[in-house]
């Protein structure tokens, strides 16, 4: 009897010794605006820009979605060798619509038209890949509750699934002031860019993550929005060494948003929630972490002194 309570001790010492498994932290990338995003600085084109993110992402063996505006295609046919490259590439294409226009200014059937508009060059391009992923241009979803129902049933009826995002630093904010910094040869100012891009990243990891466990009590596979920039493909094998740093192991947008806390995102037929961990949060009265705000020193770095714009 004494020699089976012993051992009963022991094994309940070893069960308290065995180390919980610790969640992994997951994170997804997403592109948008191919096949251009702009401004581009001179000596840089839509395909090499392009190019440097696909080396970025290929080198560092990272699945991502590209969400088209197929607009470009017809007003510079060259850049279809852009997605022609994507795809070449073995990464994905989704639908950004054909103009990148808001909804809020769109009526319904408009709206209906831009989705439309666009998958002919899905077809073309990303044939049998699930390219039936929906991103709104500037995170648009409507002016109010009954367009923003409107335009989930326009994609559930073409069989779409939302692409939502939970981890944004506003790397778009970077894009003119990288041009305007390379035409100026002001690569001091290019390497201040450079630090504040890596600052804002990593602020993002810490601001979604904090909201994330607010939310839901964890930390849900994170959705990361970015652009296709001539400073994107600079900057992107740095920010994915800074994600694998922090921890996560990146994830296919799919994969992603299997998770529960995306459900009404995936599926546009049920009600929706507030949109993205923000107004997730704001709805429920939960504290918003704190974050930097870089807009203005990036609207003044490399700009024109005030007496130069005086004739």
Not at 94 to 115: I, K, P, Y
Not at 216 to 232: K, N, Q, T
């Amino acid at each position: 009897m004494r020699r089976w309570r012993t051992l009963a001790v022991f094994a309940l010492l070893g069960s308290c010794a065995t180390p919980q498994k610790t969640q992994r932290l997951e994170i997804a990338l997403t592109i948008d605006d191919l096949p251009v995003h702009g401004p581009i600085p001179a000596d840089e084109t839509p395909l090499s820009v392009t190019s440097g993110i696909i080396a970025a992402l290929t080198h560092g063996r990272v699945p991502a979605y590209g969400f088209v505006n197929a607009h470009w295609t017809a007003e510079q046919p060259d850049t279809l060798d852009v997605l022609k490259a994507w795809r070449a590439a073995g990464l994905d294409l989704g639908n950004h619509t054909w103009a990148h226009r808001h909804l809020s200014e769109m009526a319904l059937a408009e709206f209906d038209q831009e989705v439309a508009r666009n998958e002919a060059v899905l077809r073309q391009l990303a044939g049998s890949s699930d390219w039936r992923w929906f991103r709104y241009p500037f995170l648009d979803e409507g002016k109010d509750a009954a367009q923003r129902d409107g335009a989930r049933h326009v994609l559930a009826t073409r069989a779409y699934k939302i692409a939502a995002v939970t981890m944004d630093f506003s790397d778009w904010q970077w894009t003119a002031p990288y041009a305007r910094c390379r035409a100026a040869g002001d690569e001091q100012a290019i390497s201040e860019l450079e630090r504040m891009y890596l600052q804002a990243g990593r602020e993002g990891i810490g601001y979604s993550r904090e909201l994330s466990r607010r939310l839901f009590g964890r930390d849900i596979p994170y959705v990361v929005l970015l652009h296709d920039s001539a400073f994107e493909a600079r900057m992107l094998p740095r920010l994915i060494d800074l994600y694998r740093s922090a921890g996560f192991r990146f994830v296919s947008l799919p994969h992603a948003e299997r998770d529960s806390a995306y459900a009404d995102q995936v599926q546009p037929d049920l009600p929706a929630k507030p949109q993205g961990l923000e107004l997730n949060a704001i709805a429920r009265g939960v504290a918003l972490p704190k974050r930097t705000d870089y807009s203005r020193a990036l609207a003044t770095i490399c700009s024109p002194a005030p007496s130069a714009l005086r004739p």
